[in-house]
T-cell receptor, first 113, second 109 residues
């Protein structure tokens, strides 16, 4: 796949439901990130992982959890979705040369009603 | 607080040159990034500056002045496909990226 895939592409979800956004990369990058992007605001980091087996909290972690069981996969879970989590979610990874995200996935557009 | 400022929107003409400014106030500095994002798509990495000066990469150049908390992205020989949002981001002392809201660039024929 030579990059990052995310699933689903878009989703409409009822408030209170649990949802997992999937992210898979095939570049063997150590660092991975989850961002949300809302109109008029900069990208905001939700959670990150510097290497398999470790995760950390970003700027807006509340209501979200992540896991990093292996290098390739970095799923994001909303335990009980709320309307304020309506957003576009991007998964990204870093090749380590600059320390910032070098490649982004195509995004998941999530609407919570 | 930490802050990244960019103009919300700019308009330029095909074939011309445009400069997109970014000023920042962050707790520490460990590099500045520029990304391009076409509407409905994911951001793509353009450049990374950690030292003062100009970094040139084809039609795109990025400049940094750490003492002034200032960067710009210079786009030459504008093409219609350059119509996009341009995102500035700064890595602070905790190695966290602080993102600007982006500058929407509109290219007119």
């Amino acid at each position: 796949i030579a990059g990052i895939t995310q699933a689903p592409t878009s989703q409409i979800l009822a408030a209170g439901r649990r949802m997992t956004l999937r992210c898979t990369q095939d570049m063997r990058h150590n660092a991975m990130y989850w961002y949300r992007q809302d109109l008029g605001l900069g990208l905001r980091l939700i959670h990150y992982s510097n290497t398999a087996g470790t995760t950390g909290k970003g700027e807006v972690p509340d209501g979200y959890s992540v896991s990093r069981a292996n290098t390739d996969d970095f799923p994001l879970t909303l335990a009980s979705a709320v309307p304020s989590q309506t957003s576009v979610y991007f998964c990204a990874s870093s090749d380590g040369t600059s320390g910032g995200p070098s490649i982004f996935g195509p995004g998941t557009r999530l609407t919570v009603l | 607080g930490q802050n990244i400022d960019q103009p919300t929107e700019m308009t330029a003409t095909e074939g011309a040159i445009v400069q997109i400014n970014c000023t920042y106030q962050t707790s520490g500095f460990n590099g500045l990034f520029w990304y391009q994002q076409h509407a409905g798509e994911a951001p793509t990495f353009l450049s990374y500056n950690v030292l003062d000066g100009l970094e040139e990469k084809g039609r795109f150049s990025s400049f940094l002045s750490r003492s002034k908390g200032y960067s710009y992205l210079l786009l030459k020989e504008l093409q219609m496909k350059d119509s996009a949002s341009y995102l500035c981001a700064v890595r602070d002392s905790n190695y966290q990226l602080i993102w600007g809201a982006g500058t929407k660039l509109i290219i007119k024929p």
